[in-house]
């Protein structure tokens, strides 16, 4: 019995050594490029203000303020300003900071569960009847336009949060199932894979324990970049008026802006902070998304 015990506290110990030296490595690799620490940089930023809201205003971003608070322009008291109904725009872009970023990180999960699973059940029965299903059905969320898929599915479901969520995930997971399938078929083939099925082990066996371990870093990189397409597609739905309007976000701001006729009349301070934003989260997705590909997708890698 202790014998048993030594050699499995042994073998975890070797496991955590060898993650141990993975992360090391892959730290090594990633702070090298440029573009990835300028992308980390900036996500740590939005991650600042996304945990420290509270902090950083005082006011709340959904009371109202008096007739003559209405449309004001920046101030020291109304940094952005404030809206047609008196609140205050600085309070309304950063508290709408923590809901784009859940949005986004959720929605990129749901879409990479769902594309990993595909694409992994694909890739292992590659050529046989359920390939042929999976990828048709892919294929079949692919040849439809992004953003008409999207709205018919925001107005299906109605507007709440969790829905909107479901949406984007929904409606975004066809890529990573082309890109981890694609993978898939090449792990299948190796010589590990191929031993481990000659001693009989059976397929869920293989595919869990063998084939999906291979494929998470790629899983983990794709969805740093879906969560830029999230970001996006939040603001996008909530721009046409069917996000959550209990909720403050980067895209209901927008919304409100081209509703009151803030756009029209260049009331700059209204539109242009959450614009913005919305450019930097993405980019700064973006770059770690690329940097994260470079590095984890072998193919990248090998070049």
């Known amino acids: 019995m202790m014998v048993r015990l030594l050699v ?13 030296r993975r992360i090391k490595a892959f730290w090594t690799n990633y702070k090298r490029n440029r573009m990835g620490m300028t992308g980390l940089l900036i996500l740590s930023f ?6 420290f809201a509270p902090f950083i ?13 209405k449309l004001m322009s920046p101030s020291l008291e109304h940094p952005f300003g404030t809206d047609e109904l008196g609140r205050d725009l600085w309070s309304r872009v950063i508290y709408g900071t923590r809901i784009s970023l859940l949005i986004g990180f959720s929605a990129a999960l749901i879409s990479v569960l769902l594309g990993t699973t ?7 029965y590659g050529g046989g009847m359920g390939d042929e299903v999976l990828m048709r059905m892919t294929d079949l969320f692919l040849s439809i336009p992004w ?8 107005v ?6 969790l829905n909107l969520i479901l949406v984007i995930g929904i409606s975004s997971w066809p890529g990573t199932a082309r890109i981890i399938r694609s993978q898939v078929l090449s792990i299948k083939e190796r010589p590990f894979v191929e031993a481990t099925r000659a001693i009989g082990a059976r397929d869920m066996y293989i595919i869990t324990r063998e084939i999906l371990p291979n494929i998470l870093p790629l899983a983990f990189a794709n ?8 970001i996006l597609s939040e603001a996008t739905i909530s721009f046409f008026g069917l996000g959550d309007p209990t909720h403050v976000s980067w895209g209901m701001v927008l919304h409100y802006a081209f ?3 803030a756009i029209v009349r260049m009331n700059y301070w209204y539109f242009l902070p959450p614009g913005v934003l919305i450019m930097l989260a993405v980019l700064g997705f973006t770059f770690v998304g690329h940097t994260l590909d470079e590095i984890l997708n072998p193919r990248l890698r090998s070049r």
């Open 223 to 230: 969805t740093v970049l879906i969560t830029t397409i999230a």
């Open 8 to 20: 499995s506290l042994m073998k975890v110990k070797e496991r955590i050594a060898h993650y141990s």
């Open 57 to 69: 205003t005082k006011y709340d971003p959904k009371q109202r303020g008096t007739r003559e608070q």
């Open 259 to 261: 509703t009151s006729g």
């Open 46 to 51: 939005f991650l600042f203000i996304a945990v």
């Open 118 to 124: 595909v694409g992994l059940f694909a890739g292992y």
């Open 147 to 154: 953003l008409p898929l999207m709205l018919i599915f925001a």
């Open 156 to 161: 299906l479901f109605g507007q709440s949060f």
